[in-house]
């Protein structure tokens, strides 16, 4: 008896990254529905850094084949059965929460689900939602207000990194927080910051980036290869240095420097990745009594805590997008982005 073929997948485009430098639009099944589980039509696309390094081979959990994206707004096109604890309804809009994490593993008996360890990013260790329809956990995915829209929409998540931080320091009004580096997340943190009461200075070795930090309104910057960072904090901090310390630039330097900008008794929140190991004297941190504390991504309430921010006039996001491009154009986007790293803060791609 002839073979009779079985069902035909219905095809849609993704971009995915098959190998080291070679980004495509290519044709896949869509995703099946799973319990506990929604189908989002995807609507805005953030680019990461991480989609840029996953594309330059520089990503070590990254496994190509693979499909990048998890700064991601869509539509819920189909409820499934079972978790909903948000009561969400086919025709929201929601942003994803991108980590998909255990449940059971110390971090997350202790609801800091974001350092689950087992987590997954999508688009880093399991595929990501750059494409047409989306499969992902109901509870993780939050209600977008009509007030944001697409294009701001996708820029929630790198947000929500930039609150995490702040979150970690137990940051304060009224107290100097130092973010070392003005790429997308310092930069994000800065607004955040600025919108919780702090007094915000941004350090960082390229002045065109500190030149978007002061329109930013920021109280103060400093270019550690120009001046000296630590006489000029005492001055911006009438001597008293940063009671926060935010590292988010992942350089060797920029690390190093947390403990000289931090005043005595102060929190430091390491967010960069750097990419070998760093030296520090830790005599500093004993004789300051620091906290030194990681921070990364961020957990489904600070994606909550985000929405509402940007609802309510607090924070306006939508300043470190640079360029906004067509799904079709993200695989040239992504490899310019590896050649001049320089030529955006951030990118968003809409459907
Ligand atoms: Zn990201
Ligand atoms: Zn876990």
Redesign the pocket.
């Known amino acids: 008896m002839a073979a009779i073929p079985l069902i035909v997948g219905c095809n849609m485009k993704a971009i995915q990254i098959l190998e080291k430098q070679n980004i495509q639009v290519v044709e896949v099944d869509e995703p099946k529905m799973r319990p506990n589980h929604s189908k989002i039509k995807v609507l805005s696309m953030g680019v990461c850094g991480s989609d840029v390094h996953a594309y330059a081979g520089k990503s070590p959990n990254v496994q190509y084949p693979v499909i990048i994206g998890h700064e991601i707004v869509g539509e819920i096109i189909e409820i499934g059965e079972g978790e909903n604890p948000r009561q969400l309804r086919v025709g929201d809009r929601v942003v994803l929460n991108p980590y998909l ?5 110390y ?2 008996e202790q609801g800091q ?1 974001n350092a ?4 997954k990013c999508l688009g880093v260790q399991t595929d990501g939602a750059m494409c047409d329809t989306f499969v992902h956990p109901t509870k993780l995915m939050i209600k977008v207000p009509d007030t944001i829209d697409n294009e701001l929409g996708a820029v929630i998540e790198p947000t929500v990194i930039a609150l995490h931080a702040l979150h970690r320091m137990e940051a304060k009004a009224g107290e100097h927080v130092v973010i070392i580096g003005a790429g997308c997340i310092g930069l994000l943190t800065a607004i955040v910051a600025k919108a919780k009461g702090l007094k915000v200075i941004v350090a960082d070795v390229v002045d065109e980036r500190l030149e978007v930090a002061t329109s930013l309104g920021v109280d103060g910057t400093i270019n550690p290869m120009k001046e000296n960072a630590v006489e000029k904090l005492s001055a911006l901090t009438n001597g008293r240095m940063a009671e926060c310390v935010c590292e988010m630039s992942g350089s060797a330097a920029g690390v190093r420097s947390v403990l000289d900008y931090a005043a005595s008794t102060g929190r430091i929140a390491l967010t960069g990745w750097p990419d070998r190991e760093v030296e520090l004297p830790t005599a500093v941190i004993t004789r300051k009594e620091l906290k030194i504390l990681g921070s990364r991504t961020g957990v489904t309430e600070e994606f909550e805590e985000v929405v509402s921010m940007i609802e309510e006039g607090k924070i306006d996001p939508r300043k470190i997008i640079s360029r906004v491009v067509d799904f079709n154009e993200l695989p040239e986007t992504i490899a310019a982005l590896d050649k001049d790293p320089g030529m955006a803060i951030k990118v968003v791609a809409l459907r």
Do not use: F, I, V
Request: net charge neutral; proline share 0%; hydrophobic share 15%.
């Open positions: 994490y255990c449940g059971t593993c971090a997350c689900t689950c360890s087992s987590l």
